[in-house]
């Protein structure tokens, strides 16, 4: 229900909730949160007599308080969400249930931005099965839901029997309280590298089964062999990947390295082009990241740059497949503990302002 998201965000703070049209109440406890605001009104003699249940007192029965009225028709009206710019934007974007019911609009940057009009992948589809249903994340621009169920209906096309979707957005968008820097404007989702099995999974399952990690060994060990895993990785993982790159609306795929160098060597055409948007990055190694570029009409929605000319086959990746990367060049002493940095959660005021408004829209 809507009511019980905006509840929890206005519950942050001690929150001053206007209710147009009957009275204002200023709550201060969460439990007062569940109060209904009743208007003003005296109600007339007929309406109490016609509203106080007959009840019969017995001696030492503590007598029920008596209900006041309301008004035939009555509607209480729906509080409205009061948003602090300082405050975490996770916090409100984590606690919204449902999509804005705006028209469709990727707003902001990858990891800035927020959606509206967000659209749900359907738990169960043909050749895909939506994973980790219980974290509400399986919600995106409408063009990425219609991406998803091209390439999962190609999927058996190249060997793959379906996929497993892992997280997309959130209904709103916006900043996560867990996990993923970006998947912020619904045009992001992770498919993990499992193939769908020949069953429907159970809720259960889909929340403990694990994906597959397509790595030999870790990564961060000096001469490590940097290469995927040939018992996990086959030529329809790269089939896959090759579909789901060749597709107008993508503008970048996130893989990590070892999995970009075997696409790389998988390649044996002359087309190369699709290799230009495989993008080597940290982690990746049990699902792929797919980023669709702007949507005609989402207006404030920002691409990157496209990513350099080129498959990406050479000197990038090498450095990639190095110790450099990984590798840390003052690892920190025996009996020392490694220093975190800790960030600071991003502010609601750092998002673009529409996203406010996508906040509170119903
Ligand atoms: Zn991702």
């Known amino acids: 229900m809507v009511m019980d998201w905006r509840s929890a965000a206005s519950n942050l703070k001690p929150a001053l909730i206007a209710c147009a049209g009957a009275a204002f109440f200023v709550l201060s406890t969460p439990s007062l949160a569940a109060v209904v605001p009743v208007p003003a009104v005296k109600p007339t003699s007929a309406e109490q007599t016609d509203d106080t249940p007959s009840l019969k007192v017995i001696a030492g029965t503590p007598v029920p308080a008596r209900k006041r009225a309301v008004p035939e028709g009555y509607v209480a009206s729906k509080p409205e969400l009061v948003l602090y710019p300082d405050f975490p934007a996770k916090n409100y974007f984590g606690a919204a249930n449902g999509p804005a019911s705006l028209k469709a609009r990727a707003i902001g940057s990858y990891a800035k931005g927020c959606l509206a009009g967000g659209t749900v992948l359907p738990a169960d589809g043909p050749t895909w099965q939506a994973m980790r249903l219980s974290r509400n994340r399986n919600w995106g621009h409408p063009e990425l839901i219609a991406y998803l169920k091209d390439l999962a ?42 193939e769908m099995p020949n069953r429907r999974l159970s809720t259960e399952e889909r929340e403990q089964i694990s994906a597959i990690s397509m790595l030999k060994g870790p990564l961060d060990v000096k001469g490590a062999d940097r290469r995927v895993d040939l018992n996990k990785w086959t030529d329809v993982h790269a089939r896959l990947i090759r579909r789901a790159a060749s597709d107008k609306r993508v503008a970048r795929i996130f893989v990590n390295p070892t999995i970009k160098k075997a696409l790389c060597e998988f390649e044996k055409d002359q087309n190369r082009a699709w290799l230009r948007k495989i993008r080597p990055w940290w982690g990746h190694h049990y699902h792929f990241h797919v980023r669709l570029s702007c949507p005609a009409g989402s207006v404030g929605c920002k691409n990157q740059n496209p990513p350099p000319p080129g498959d990406g086959c050479g000197e990038h990746l090498t450095y990639w497949l190095s110790d450099e990367p990984w590798v840390p060049k003052n690892p920190p002493k025996k009996g020392e503990k490694p220093k975190v940095v800790k960030k600071r959660p991003m502010a609601l005021a750092a998002l673009p302002r529409d996203c406010r408004t996508v906040l509170k829209a119903n």
Request: no cysteine; hydrophobic share 45%.
């Open 153 to 194: 209906a190609d999927a058996p096309k190249v060997g793959w029997n379906g996929l497993l979707v892992g997280d997309l957005a959130q209904p709103r968008g916006g900043p996560m309280l867990s996990g993923h820097a970006s998947h912020q404007i619904g045009l992001d989702a992770d498919i993990w590298l499992r």
